[in-house]
């Protein structure tokens, strides 16, 4: 497996595998990898010749700088992770700030036509500006003809896709299915800090928004919203930060249903000082 720190380096090595018609995936992530990682690059590896994954902890996305400390970094057990799916077809880069950022850590600044304010845009001051400015940059690095995004971070995903849009960049942005663990909890790499406790506590999520979207069928949103709050104030290990239902084009919280519209269900929660998002399909 191919490993590079050094993004001259890795540019270089792909112009190669392209002039010879190959075929480029691309599934940028923060490391700590789990089988939902996993999932991502198996999809990529099925419609591509060839998978770059990066493995960055990204220093501008992080609103809480404590969070940032924190953030597991397992480099050498997601390179053995990856090498049993794909040791001779999977490239791995994974850069130091400087050679993403230089010596000017710092974001840009971008509009995403409004979906930058909703939910974790509201939450997490300046988040989708680092969200942008690293994939972005990860995008012009590795140039693949399609990139890999889990459905668990919807709102990022749809943000990537407008960032693609309107920077007419020349990739195909990629969701797929949420990976969850057998009792339902979105897969995770905050999932392993985790007390035992909160950990068996927060299944309590998915089954949540699984009994929401059964609701949703017979009752307003506002109805459905006000029933999520309320069950959370009977668990005590777990805070609810937000639940709402949005358009899933715009984001926007809905006000009147409408069967002309797709809407999901969006929800955060804290498990202790874990920070835990998830959502659904609602129809």
């Not at 190669?16 to 690059?41: C, E, Q, W, Y």
């Not at 950022?101 to 300046?126: C, P, V, W």
């Not at 399609?146 to 919807?154: I, L, Q, S, T, W």
Request: hydrophobic residues 40%; contains cysteine; positive net charge.
């Amino acid at each position: 497996m191919k490993n590079f720190q050094n993004k001259a380096k890795l540019s270089t090595y792909i112009s190669l595998l392209k002039d010879r018609g190959t075929s480029i995936g691309f599934v940028p992530t923060m490391g700590a990898l789990h089988n939902g990682h996993l999932s991502l690059v198996n999809q990529g590896l099925s419609e591509n010749d060839i998978v770059v994954v990066s493995i960055f902890v990204n220093p501008t996305q992080f609103d809480n700088k404590e969070d940032l400390v924190k953030y597991p970094r397992t480099l050498e057990a997601d390179i053995a992770l990856l090498k049993t799916v794909g040791d001779d077809r999977i490239i791995v880069y994974a850069p130091t700030d400087e050679d993403i950022y230089g010596d000017n850590i710092k974001s840009q600044t971008f509009t995403f036509d409004g979906l930058e304010h909703e939910m974790e845009g509201a939450f997490r001051h300046g988040h989708f500006d680092g969200v942008g400015t690293i994939v972005k940059r990860l995008l012009e690095i590795v140039t693949p003809d399609a990139a890999y995004f889990g459905e668990k971070d919807f709102q990022q995903l749809q943000i990537i896709r407008k960032l693609v849009e309107l920077h007419h960049l020349p990739v195909k942005i990629v969701g797929c299915p949420i990976h969850r663990a057998d009792d339902g909890l979105a897969m995770s790499s905050r999932n392993a800090r985790l007390t035992p406790k909160h950990r068996e506590t927060a299944s309590f999520i998915y089954k949540t928004l699984k009994t929401a979207k059964k609701k949703f069928g017979t009752k307003s949103a506002q109805g459905v919203t006000e029933w999520v709050t309320e069950q959370f104030k009977n668990e005590p290990l777990l805070e609810l930060e937000y639940f709402l239902i949005a358009d899933v084009k715009t984001l926007k919280p809905v006000k009147r249903k409408s069967t002309k519209k797709a809407y999901r269900a969006f929800i955060a929660v804290y498990a202790g000082d874990i920070r835990l998002i998830d959502n659904i399909a609602l129809n």
